[in-house]
């Protein structure tokens, strides 16, 4: 039996350790959800937000099937715990549809980034070209835009981007065409999601976007936590001040 935790923390011990933010926002009660094999003394879990799951404790085949009430789940990056059998259970459940792929972890270090670098990296916005704070308009123009959605697609309203979530475009001809915004948030700090529109890549432009609020968040006691999807995402992070923690497994699930 599934239960969702409405004390997250009760989970907590099971993800000890784990150094991914998307998983704090889940425990903290910031964002997303902790479903678990029992409500008091679980011994296996997930945390659950956005596209991404991550799974951890004692494998259990109805948290890797789970499919929350009201909620249609068709596509899901699958993490499971280091040296567990997750990943097993994962592939047995989904078979084909499970497509293993790697991802790269990079380190939590707050004295880590060199601002002067940072300004220098921000202030190389083309001519032609002019950089906004995502305002409401542009939250709601994110939203209704699908290569740009996930900078906004995981709060429920502006109100709430406002209050945890951070973000910034560049606009040609008054049209986002690339932008760093929080994906996620948490106490203290944000997960960053950056995208440049097709046609815009390759400018340099999602560098400026990612140094201009990687500056912001640490003006305001902010984390910007960074994952890569891509070895072309990693070598952004590095530019911009991060250090590796390594690559790790994940799963691209399609679940129609």
């Known amino acids: 039996m599934v239960s969702e935790l409405k004390q997250p923390q009760k989970a907590a011990h099971l993800f000890e350790g784990w150094q991914e933010t998307m998983i704090w926002s889940c425990l903290q009660g910031v964002m997303g959800n902790i479903y678990a094999d029992a409500s008091e003394h679980p011994s296996g879990a997930m945390a659950l937000l956005g596209d991404f799951c991550f799974l951890a404790g004692k494998p259990d085949r109805d948290l890797v099937m789970y499919q929350p009430e009201g909620r249609r789940l068709e596509y899901l990056i699958m993490v499971p715990q280091k040296g567990t059998d997750w990943d097993r259970l994962i592939e047995s459940c989904y078979g084909h549809k499970a497509v293993k792929v790697t991802r790269y972890a990079f380190k939590n270090e707050p004295d880590v980034f060199d601002k002067n670098r940072l300004r220098s990296l921000a202030a190389g916005l083309p001519q032609g070209y002019t950089i906004r704070w995502i305002d409401e308009p542009l939250f ?107 690559a790790y497994t994940a799963y691209e699930v399609n679940r129609k």
């Not at 290569?147 to 697609?153: A, F, H, L, Q």
């Not at 109100?159 to 948490?186: M, N, R």
């Not at 910007?224 to 991060?242: R, V």
């Open 140 to 246: 709601r123009y994110c939203a209704d835009t699908h290569w740009c959605r996930d900078w906004t697609s995981c709060y429920e309203d502006y109100a709430q981007y406002c209050k945890y979530g951070l973000g910034v475009v560049i606009l040609k001809d008054s049209e986002p065409v690339s932008g760093a915004s929080s994906y996620t948030s948490y106490h203290n700090g944000i997960e960053i999601q950056t995208d440049t529109r097709a046609d815009y890549r390759r400018k340099g432009l999602a560098t400026i976007c990612a140094a201009t609020l990687i500056l912001e968040c640490l003006k305001r006691g902010w984390y910007p936590g960074w994952d890569a999807q891509n070895p072309w995402s990693a070598s952004l992070a590095e530019k911009l001040g991060y250090h590796r923690d390594g």
